[in-house]
Antibody, heavy 117, light 108 residues
């Protein structure tokens, strides 16, 4: 059974870079697609992007230019960086296993990241 | 990008049937997936590919998809079904997942 757990700072200052990591257990990171999704407080789900083990990525156009998803096969984990953050980037961030052109079948528990000085 | 629309709220009495819709242009030509999210928890996939139930999901949950509307149906609603429900499709042109705005199911 695949298990995911987001980790990273819960507070980031405006204009700085948000960085989160998602270690994967129960599966090889090379076997699936992996994604990040976020949810602002009290609001709906917002797709960030996905990555495959070969480095193939795709991002939500609304975030392109600020977002990078990468992976580390030696540590069986993948990561999210989001630069130049503002208060609008305050959200619960979820890492997830995705079926491209399909659904998100496994979610991490989520981690709240607040952007504030 | 593709847009899907959900009613913000749906109310139903216990034991009755709840229907939550997800509207989009020719959504019947896409695969629709549904997630249940309870307060403080991550979403859980309850229906995939229009009407497939993942392992562990009650038979009371079902889905349909035709024309411009997909529907999540919850039969014999229980208090424990109270949650936010999100539909999701894939926008194949820009290769991203698209979520509906979510529907809050209230059990009266």
């Amino acid at each position: 059974q695949v298990q995911l757990q987001e980790s990273g700072p819960g507070l980031v200052k405006p204009s700085e870079t948000l960085s989160l990591t998602c270690p994967v257990s129960g599966a090889s990171i090379s076997d699936y697609y992996w994604s990040w999704i976020r949810q602002p407080p009290g609001k709906g789900l917002d797709w960030i992007g996905y990555i495959f083990y070969n480095g193939n990525t795709n991002y939500n156009p609304s975030l392109r230019g600020r977002v990078t998803i990468s992976l580390d096969t030696s540590k069986n984990q993948f990561s999210l960086t989001l630069s130049s953050v503002t208060a609008a980037d305050t959200a619960v961030y979820y890492c997830a296993k995705v079926i491209v052109a399909g659904n998100i079948d496994t979610w991490g528990q989520g981690t709240l990241v607040t952007v504030s000085s | 990008s593709y847009v899907v629309t959900q009613p913000p709220s749906v109310s139903v009495a216990p034991g009755k049937t709840a229907r939550i819709t997800c509207g989009g242009s020719n959504i019947g030509g896409k695969s629709v997936h549904w997630y249940q999210q309870k307060p403080g928890q991550a979403p859980v996939l309850v229906i995939s590919y229009d009407n497939d139930r993942p392992s562990g999901i009650y038979e009371r949950f079902s889905g349909s998809n035709s024309g411009d509307t997909a529907t999540l149906t919850i039969s014999r609603v229980e208090a424990g079904d109270e949650a936010d429900y999100y539909c999701q499709v894939w926008d194949s042109y820009i290769d991203i997942a698209i979520f509906g705005g979510g529907s809050k199911l209230t059990v009266l």
